[in-house]
């Protein structure tokens, strides 16, 4: 039976940010590489449908998304398609914004690609990268350690169909090679076409709970590994209400864990930040 927990990783993001504000801070030069794509990737279907141009705003809407998880090999791949449909989707739709963390994450792009009538014009290199530290809460003593690598492209009209892609690589190793992660199947934008795979080793426990009517994936064996795969077409901007709750999400997802219960992510956390039982004075129980 799949199970899942509701806030693991708000609880796990808890615990990172006190280990994170006691352990030293490891200075990692962040950079954005280029390489190819990588080779385990999988196949979708197709598609070339235009959505109805009334349920687009912003000005651009994305013909693609695409996201594929090789858990074992630690990598997330991402590679999305959007077309500016309007003046406003210049300026909205032609800025590219990654977040990562170099102390133990690598950012790998594999192509920027401006099409324009069908020809398409090669925008990637590593010098058009702009890399920002994500700090905000600096006044609260909290160091984030996140950097963003944004390119903004030059030159975009519309009409023209914005495709690029890159791999996240690398695990934060305080988990121990455990896995949990949200998969997302809805956006905030119009998306024509949706890809998700999620591959892992047959012998990882994977736990799951779909929300928002989230559909089930299509399941595979094969080399001892499993895969999951999501593929939806014309899906619709999920709502979105500036004064909800932080905690609410009206997206489809799907939450995904190898932790069976809470006793392991308790056990995982003592692990990690060891209770001080010698404590004396008004505080000792």
Not at 74 to 85: E, K, N
Not at 110 to 131: G, M
Request: with cysteine.
């Amino acid at each position: 039976m799949d199970t899942c927990f509701p806030g693991f990783a708000k609880f796990i993001t808890g615990l990172i940010l006190i280990i994170f504000i006691t352990a030293p801070a490891q200075a990692v030069e962040p950079v954005v590489h280029i390489l190819p794509k990588p080779a385990w990737l999988s196949s979708y279907k197709p598609y070339s449908q235009m959505p109805s141009l009334r349920t687009v705003e912003d000005g651009y809407f994305f013909e693609l998304i695409e996201h594929q998880v090789e858990v074992e090999k630690q990598a997330d791949y991402h590679h999305c398609i959007r077309r500016i449909v309007s003046e406003t989707g210049i300026q909205d739709g032609s800025e590219i914004n990654v977040s990562f963390d170099p102390s133990y994450e690598r950012l790998n792009f594999h192509d920027i690609i401006v099409w324009r009538d069908n020809k398409p014009q090669n925008r990637l290199k590593a010098s058009a990268f702009k890399i920002v530290a994500d700090e905000k809460d600096l006044s609260n003593f909290i160091y984030q350690g996140t950097y963003s690598a944004i390119c903004i492209l030059a030159d975009i009209r519309k009409g023209d169909r914005i495709e690029y892609s890159y791999t996240i690589s690398g695990r934060n190793p305080v988990f121990n090679n455990k896995y949990s992660n949200f998969l997302y199947f809805q956006w905030f934008q119009t998306v024509a076409h949706q890809y998700t795979s999620l591959i892992f080793s047959s012998v990882r426990k994977i736990n799951m709970k779909l929300f928002n009517d989230a559909s089930k994936p299509v399941v595979t064996n094969a080399n001892g590994s499993t895969k999951y795969e999501w593929e939806n077409f014309q899906l619709k901007p999920a709502a979105y209400n500036e004064n909800e709750p932080g905690w609410f999400d009206a997206r489809s997802y799907a939450q995904i864990s190898d932790y069976s219960n809470w006793g392991e992510v308790t056990n995982w956390a003592l692990s990690i930040n060891t209770a001080k039982n010698n404590v004396k004075g008004e505080l000792a129980i």
